[in-house]
């Protein structure tokens, strides 16, 4: 988990994108028979959530996760700011 808090006029919607872009699993190295061989699967998923966003941010991250190519390993859990309050 990677809480992001922020403040009017900072990048926070880039910087969020940036560590989904980047986000991965660290590979371990074994040694077999003197071969060094990747022990790890890349079994890799990131839940990505955004509460009370507007509809320009949430199209940005959609967009940005489709161009990247990270897409396929994100879950969108998006509430956007026209959303009743109660589904927050």
């Known amino acids: 988990k990677i809480p992001l808090f922020s403040a009017a006029g900072l990048p926070h919607n880039e910087i969020a994108a940036q560590i989904c872009r980047q986000a991965g699993l660290v590979k371990r190295l074994e040694k077999s028979d003197n071969l060094i061989e990747d022990g790890e699967e890349d079994n890799f998923a990131i839940v990505f959530a955004a509460m009370g966003v ?35």
């Open 54 to 88: 507007n509809m320009e941010t949430a199209q940005f991250f959609k967009r940005d996760f489709e161009e990247n190519g990270s897409m396929e390993r994100v879950t969108l859990f998006l509430n956007l700011a026209n959303d009743p309050t109660i589904e927050r």
